[in-house]
């Protein structure tokens, strides 16, 4: 079964609000990746969160990550058009030699102008 | 600095053809990570290359197969091709392997 599942499935925004996904995991981990992929195309690497740390921030990328709970929080501040995609967070098992990451099926965001 | 870079970018292959894709990672990355995506699904982990070693394989049948080579290239070679092997294949690579990984744009297959 998958390890990662988001939700929501899908979020229909205006430009300029905020967007919020969740993540979550079953297992202990080692780390926390969220990718975004547009229509069908490679995914793009946006930030790593490791399981010691709690928030993250790139530009307008916001991570939180709670491993009490097997949850971790995607936040997309002033959204824009261009950030309509799919958004998918992975996860890295702690523990072991199995680095393959694991994925969730995405939330996909439409961000209206 | 050169990303991961996959082909072709696009292959149509008939039923019980084999279909062929490469993947050059990133200069100095060692793993190589294959990846399934179906059409509206997630990615399906299908094998993890280390070293030139296979380190992990997914729930797969056998007819998917790979290698990596010294220069950490990888292949993926799907044998008896079936109409649900159509999807995106997609590769990636890190270094080490519990970092950030890096994907490709994906080989679309399309099996016909």
């Known amino acids: 079964s998958q390890q990662g599942e988001e939700d929501p499935q899908a979020l229909s925004i205006q430009e300029g609000e905020n967007a919020t996904m969740n993540c979550s995991y079953k297992?202990?981990?080692?780390?926390l990746q969220w990718y975004r992929q547009n229509s069908g195309r490679g995914l793009v690497h946006l930030i790593l969160?490791?399981?010691?740390?709690r928030e993250k921030h790139s530009g307008r990328l916001r991570v939180t990550l709670d491993t009490s709970k097997k949850s971790s929080s995607l936040l997309i501040t002033a959204s824009r058009a261009a950030d309509t995609a799919s958004y998918s967070c992975?996860?890295?098992?702690?523990?072991?030699?199995?680095?393959?990451?694991?994925f969730g099926k995405g939330t996909l965001l439409t961000v209206n102008p | 600095e050169a990303g991961v870079t996959q082909s072709p970018t696009h292959l149509i292959k008939t039923r019980g053809q084999q279909a062929t894709l490469r993947c050059s990672p990133i200069?100095?990355?060692?793993?190589v990570y294959w990846y399934q995506q179906a059409l509206g699904l997630g990615l399906q982990f299908l094998l993890w290359?280390?070293?030139?070693?296979?380190?992990n394989r997914g729930n797969f049948p056998p007819r998917f197969s790979g290698r990596q080579f010294p220069n950490y290239s990888s292949e993926l070679n799907v044998n008896a091709l079936e109409l649900e092997d159509s999807a995106l294949y997609l590769c990636?690579?890190?270094?080490?392997?519990?970092?950030?990984?890096?994907f490709g744009q994906g080989t679309r297959l399309t099996v016909v």
């Open positions: 992975a996860t890295r098992r702690s523990g072991g030699s199995n680095y393959k990451l694991t």
């Open positions: 297992t202990s981990i080692n780390n």
């Open positions: 969160i490791r399981s010691n740390e």
């Open positions: 200069s100095g990355h060692t793993s």
């Open positions: 290359y280390d070293e030139g070693e296979e380190r």
């Open positions: 990636a690579s890190s270094l080490p392997p519990a970092t950030e990984a890096f």
